[in-house]
């Protein structure tokens, strides 16, 4: 379709090269199967900001031990589905969500989520790292420790239960995997305030696996590093994804034909317009409107 015979009134019932419409297009990636299974499914999902409608009827299934980007323009919504998949919007008092997710099968939004062992099971790395102000040893087990799982201080030691050699097991595990203990094990104790903010947010994700989560959802976790550090992220973000279902938000275009397996395109209005293998999103979209946006015409 050449976009010189398209008027804005058109759009609606777009139609692409070939002539479908929007809905047949929307049939063809609806289907998308892939590898394993569903770890999260996301079914027409709406989200409200008091009478703004921020999300409309997104559904999509997240497969697990994989990498989904989400990629749209700003505003688009990203960060609010993001949000949606470990309830994090109920923080927000305007935002109303609508639908369900289901996580390994089970509706987060049923009455009996516990949202403190969901959030423990799908955790989440913000855009800016933020760790404690505590040293880096206590940013690993400050989670496990809060949920019971370490025991170490002062009247779990009067009462001679002292976990500290597990203590020191899971840090280091947590900052190997975090790509990170090379840099840091001669300094546990320091304040994770003073490393780079290449370091404090591999800490943030050491943080987040601390916790033994199955999920992990990423927004935009590279846009404030340096090339360096944000190339370490993504080598880190592949990695991970052998083990922990991945989501992650990105702007950056490159970054998620690199690092991600499949890709969900939002665009404004908080519409999913596709979802697809990420080859075929960046090679060979079926919507006119996400060539557009990948081709860098819009947005
Ligand atoms: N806490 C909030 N209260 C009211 N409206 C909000 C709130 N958070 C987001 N919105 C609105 O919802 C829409 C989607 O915002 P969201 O932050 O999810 O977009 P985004 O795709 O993550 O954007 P960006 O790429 O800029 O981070 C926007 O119109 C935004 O103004
Ligand atoms: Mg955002």
Known sequence: MSSNTVDTDQMDSQL??????????????????????????VEDLDVYYGDEQAIQSVSMNIPEESVTALIGP???????????????????SSARVEGSVEFDGENIYGGRTNLVELRKRIGMVF??????PKSIKDNISYGPRKHGDLETGLLPSLLGRDD?????????RCLKQAALWDEVNDRLDDN?????????????????????PDVI????????????????????????????????VTHNMQQAARISDQTAVFLTGGELV??????????NPESQRVDDYITGKFG
Do not use: H
């Open 274 to 283: 596709e979802y697809d293998d990420t080859e075929k999103i960046f090679e």
């Open 16 to 41: 692409t090269t070939s002539g479908e419409t929007a809905e047949d297009i929307e049939d063809a990636w609806s289907d998308y199967q892939f590898q394993g299974e569903a770890k999260l499914s």
């Open 192 to 212: 994770a305030l003073g490393l780079s903010g290449g370091q404090q947010q591999r800490l943030c994700i050491a943080r987040c696996l601390a916790v033994d």
């Open 164 to 172: 500290t050699a597990e203590e020191m097991d899971l840090v280091e």
């Open 74 to 92: 700003s505003g688009c919504g990203k960060s609010t589905f993001l949000r949606c998949l470990n309830r994090m919007n109920d923080r927000i």
């Open 127 to 132: 855009q800016a790292p933020n760790p404690f």
């Open 217 to 248: 959802l990423m927004d935009e976790p590279a846009s404030a590093l340096d090339p360096i550090a944000t190339a370490k992220i993504e080598d880190l973000i592949e990695q991970l994804a052998e083990e922990y279902t991945v989501v992650v």
